[in-house]
């Protein structure tokens, strides 16, 4: 149980174009979901945090309007990287946190971003 | 404020030797901690949690972690090293249970032959 997947693995993009990552909890309802990245060799930064129904909360230097994330549903978050520049290629990885899960957080596989 | 120091950014065994990663923290109150593995290009697994039950806590594939108030410390251990245990492990520390997750820098494990 407790499974987190994202969609794409891997993605390409120009420069200037959006991308957009899913992340959804398979077995089990998030209320909460959370947003980080990773660089080469680095920890896991939290971008923002998000809750069904409502804005995220963005942490401190991440630029809400670059990354657009959207929980529409219980089992589904959206991040999306707005006229995306090569700084931004990275590793995006989601997590969801839900009753079901027992509290803990479940970690997606991760999306590589490549911007050209 | 919430902090984890993991002491080493590296730590090399050999095979069927004991393993050792070591983890402090910094919390105001009385934290979950989490140890979680990120093989390659990975995302991460949980391997064991503390949420104030026993300090002595037992997770997936043979590791445990004993949390120890008084050192702040929740050291990773496994008996016996095996190669597939060749991976980043992260240690993070929580305010409470489902809050913020403070990740600790990781620290590579490489597993020799």
């Given at each position: 149980?407790?499974?987190?997947?994202?969609?794409?693995?891997?993605?390409?993009?120009?420069?200037?174009?959006?991308?957009k990552?899913?992340?959804?909890?398979?077995?089990?309802?998030?209320?909460?979901?959370?947003?980080?990245?990773?660089?080469?060799?680095?920890?896991?930064?939290l971008?923002?945090?998000?809750?069904?129904?409502?804005?995220?909360?963005?942490?401190?230097?991440?630029?809400?309007?670059?990354?657009?994330?959207?929980?529409?549903?219980?089992?589904?978050?959206?991040?999306?990287?707005?006229?995306?520049h090569?700084?931004?290629?990275?590793?995006?990885?989601?997590?969801?946190?839900?009753?079901?899960?027992?509290?803990?957080?479940?970690?997606?596989?991760?999306?590589?971003?490549l911007?050209? | 404020?919430?902090?984890?120091?993991?002491?080493?950014?590296?730590?090399?065994?050999?095979?069927?030797?004991?393993?050792?990663?070591?983890?402090?923290?910094?919390?105001?109150?009385?934290?979950?901690?989490?140890?979680?593995?990120?093989?390659?290009?990975?995302?991460?697994?949980?391997?064991?949690?503390?949420?104030?039950?026993?300090?002595?806590?037992?997770g997936?594939?043979?590791?445990?972690?004993?949390?120890?108030?008084?050192?702040?410390?929740?050291?990773?251990?496994?008996?016996?090293?095996?190669?597939?245990?060749?991976?980043?492990?992260?240690?993070?520390?929580?305010?409470?249970?489902?809050?913020?997750?403070?990740?600790?820098?990781?620290?590579?494990?490489?597993?020799?032959?």
């Amino acid at each position: 149980g407790a499974v987190v997947s994202q969609h794409p693995s891997r993605v390409i993009c120009k420069s200037g174009t959006s991308v957009k990552i899913e992340c959804r909890s398979l077995d089990f309802q998030a209320t909460t979901m959370f947003w980080y990245r990773q660089f080469p060799k680095k920890s896991l930064m939290l971008m923002a945090t998000s809750n069904e129904g409502s804005k995220a909360t963005y942490e401190q230097g991440v630029e809400k309007d670059k990354f657009l994330i959207n929980h529409a549903s219980l089992t589904l978050s959206t991040l999306t990287v707005t006229s995306a520049h090569p700084e931004d290629s990275s590793f995006y990885i989601c997590s969801a946190l839900g009753q079901g899960a027992g509290e803990t957080q479940y970690f997606g596989p991760g999306t590589r971003l490549l911007v050209l | 404020a919430q902090s984890v120091t993991q002491l080493d950014s590296h730590v090399s065994v050999s095979e069927g030797t004991p393993v050792l990663l070591r983890c402090n923290y910094s919390s105001s109150y009385s934290p979950s901690l989490f140890w979680y593995v990120q093989h390659p290009n990975k995302g991460l697994q949980l391997l064991l949690k503390y949420t104030s039950a026993a300090t002595l806590v037992k997770g997936i594939n043979g590791f445990e972690a004993e949390f120890k108030k008084s050192e702040t410390s929740f050291h990773l251990t496994k008996p016996s090293a095996h190669m597939s245990d060749a991976a980043e492990y992260f240690c993070v520390v929580s305010e409470f249970q489902g809050g913020k997750l403070i990740f600790g820098q990781g620290t590579e494990l490489s597993v020799k032959p």
